[in-house]
């Protein structure tokens, strides 16, 4: 039975943890959220002062957590990271956070309630993919878990007011992974998990089809075999099990993260 044939039930061996209170909710979803910043840091995906990553409260759903400016995601703590409104207002922390990458962010989540956490990041393979305004396409089985599910933004190219940052939300649809022109990849999640997971692997899937079409003219997957994938591999519960495999490398060996 092949990966498009099974159901996804069938790949889940652990289930996202449920919780007593909203207090618990947050601190794990804060220890999360500084857990896949140095993931990203390790990864190569730092940009200096750019990058941010955005995680709703779970008590207070206009209310965000991100990581500050000036802060290494390799050193990101639980202690460093602030909460904002949606008009970039600290609400917790004293630390600076990105202006534009407020808007942005704050736009998907007041548009996609279903939203929970957004990334983005300037890796060098999303980055370069995104300059051809063309969605990855479905060459190997990895790449087609995002058939059907890429939103291209060519407007705006720099959001600078909220209206501009509307438009760019608007853009991004309903779609899980968003390339905007020029800037690179963002992605969403019904968890943290999930939406890191799908930056990790989309950044993956830039890299392949660079890597292909610099060598020639790849074989696409036939439609309804990549849309099989999508639904399957590309699933909220199968995104959150796959981080787990990245979480468990730096979970426990990690302590001052959680600092």
Known sequence: MSE?????????????PVFDTVDEERIHRLQRLAGVCRVFGHAGFSEGLLGHVTVRDPEHHDLL????????????????????DHDGRLRHGDRPVNPVG???????????????AVC??????????????RPVEPITQDTSVFFEQQAIITEPRVAMDAAQADRFAAAFGDK??????????????????EAAWWFLTMDRACQVQLLAQA???????????????????GSPEFGWLSFQTVWDEIGESDPELFD
């Open 215 to 233: 060598a020639g003219e790849p074989e696409r997957w036939p439609p309804e075999l990549a849309r099989g994938l999508a639904v399957g591999l």
């Open 102 to 116: 407020v808007l942005l962010h704050a736009a998907v989540h007041r548009a996609r309630p279903d939203v929970v």
């Open 4 to 16: 498009t044939q099974r159901p996804v039930s069938s790949f889940i061996t652990r289930t996202a």
């Open 120 to 133: 983005h990041a300037h890796s060098t393979h999303g980055s370069a993919w995104s300059a051809f305004g």
């Open 65 to 84: 957590w991100a990581n500050p400016m000036g802060v290494s995601f390799r050193r990101m703590r639980v202690s460093d990271l602030v909460q904002i």
């Open 176 to 193: 899980k992974v968003a390339l905007q022109i020029g800037h690179g990849i963002f992605t969403t999640g019904t968890t943290i998990d």
